[in-house]
Every structure is written in C-alpha cells, then in structure tokens.
C-alpha cells in the first residue's frame, strides 16, 4: 500500500487567486491521478500524471486552469488558478499500481469566497 | 461510454438488518469492479475488488455481467458501517487508468 500525505488540508481563498496542492507519497509510484469531488457529487477525475510525460486532462479540463508538475516518482502539484466559487472543491490525490487498486490521499478541502 | 451508476443516494437500516448496496455499470469490454468506502472524516479507502472475490468486514459483492451489476452486500448491518459508499469501475484492458465513480451512496445504520 501507499501512503498519501496532501498539503494543505483546507484553505479558503480570493476570487482570482490561485493554489497549489501537492500531494507526497511514501514509495516510488507510476501512476497519479487528481480528482474533485464537488459537494454532493462524485468524484470526477481531472488528470493523469505520470512522471516523465505530460499529464493527460479529461474533458472539461485544461492545462491553463488546472496546471500539474510531476517532477518525480513520489511528488506533484496541481494549480488550481484564477480562482472563482465554483472551484470550492474537495481536490483528491491518488497513485495506483499498473494492475491494482488506487490508494487516496485526505484530500485537499477549497473554498473560493 | 463508461459509466457506473448508484440509484440510491441514501440508505438507511437498522441494525441487524440485511443491506444491499446497488451498482450498474456500462462497459462495452470487461470491467473490473471495486468498492470504496469513506468513512467519517477518513479518506477514502477499498472495501474490495470483484477479482479478489474476499469477504471484508461481512461485504461481498458478485459481479453479474448479465445484469452489468457489483451490488454489495452483508446480511447484519452494523452500525459502525456507517459511512460512504462508492462503486468503482476500470476497464479489464485499461490497466494503468484512473477509476470512474458512481455517485456514492451514504448508508445509515441506525439501532
């Protein structure tokens, strides 16, 4: 298994703003993928980003909005930028193994005034 | 597309009482399914996996790809089984991509 450690826990930010969440993991992993999950929904996938290549976004996602560094086997980033209310998010890490189960990290909990 | 789907957003029991979790999925190849759970203030965590075929804590579940369904199961709720529930799918062909979320569904065990 892998431990997930995501900083910061919570933060409330300005309209316009930006933040970045990183997430550390305990072991060299390939895969990492990050999540949202909005109140009361699901949790949606934002990107895959594996380390040595760019990360991949899902539809609805871009690059310029959500930014994401993948410098090595155990770390990355993602930007959440130019804030607005409707990214107040629960924002999920996750690594997984190539045919195994994904370990979550505690997430990281955004409110936008 | 794939998709899984969670028609209940709540369940509530009381304890003692048989529970059963629903999941459909949609996939056109062969899934592989999974169940998280999320307790309160913990993170989200696998219950199990179908290819497993384990029992945890007294959950099971059964994929029947005739009905494209992974309901989970135990058959004496209790209350330290409430929490959130999601179902979980990944494409047998897809190793090394991210899971797709049913919506989750909360269960309320109650004595």
């Known amino acids: 298994s892998a431990v997930i450690s995501q900083k910061p826990s919570r933060d409330i930010c300005q309209r316009g703003t930006s933040l970045t969440i990183q997430c550390q993991v305990d072991?060299?992993?390939?895969?990492m993928f990050w999540y949202r999950q909005q109140p009361g929904q699901s949790l949606t996938l934002i990107a895959t980003a594996n380390q040595g290549s760019e990360a991949t976004y899902e539809s609805g996602f871009v690059i310029d909005k959500f930014p994401i560094s993948r410098p090595n086997l155990t770390f990355s980033t993602l930007t959440v930028s130019n804030m607005s209310p409707e990214d107040s998010s629960i924002y999920l890490c996750?690594?997984?193994?190539?045919?195994?189960?994904?370990?979550f990290g505690p997430g990281t909990r955004l409110t936008v005034l | 597309a794939q998709r899984v789907t969670q028609p209940e957003k709540l369940l509530s029991v009381f304890k003692g009482a048989p529970v059963e979790l629903k999941c459909n999925y949609s996939y056109s190849g062969s899934p592989e399914l999974f169940w998280y759970v999320q307790y309160s203030r913990q993170r989200l965590q696998l219950l199990l996996r179908h290819i497993s075929r384990e029992s945890i804590k007294g959950f099971t579940a059964d994929l029947n790809k005739g009905e494209t369904s992974f309901h989970l199961k135990k058959p004496f709720a209790q209350e330290e089984d409430s929490a959130m529930y999601y179902c979980?799918?990944?494409?047998?062909?897809?190793?090394?991509?991210?899971?797709?979320f049913g919506k989750g569904t909360t269960l309320s065990v109650s004595s």
């Open positions: 072991s060299q992993v390939t895969m």
């Open positions: 979980a799918l990944r494409g047998g062909d897809q190793a090394g991509t991210a899971l797709i």
């Open positions: 996750s690594v997984g193994d190539y045919y195994n189960e994904q370990f």
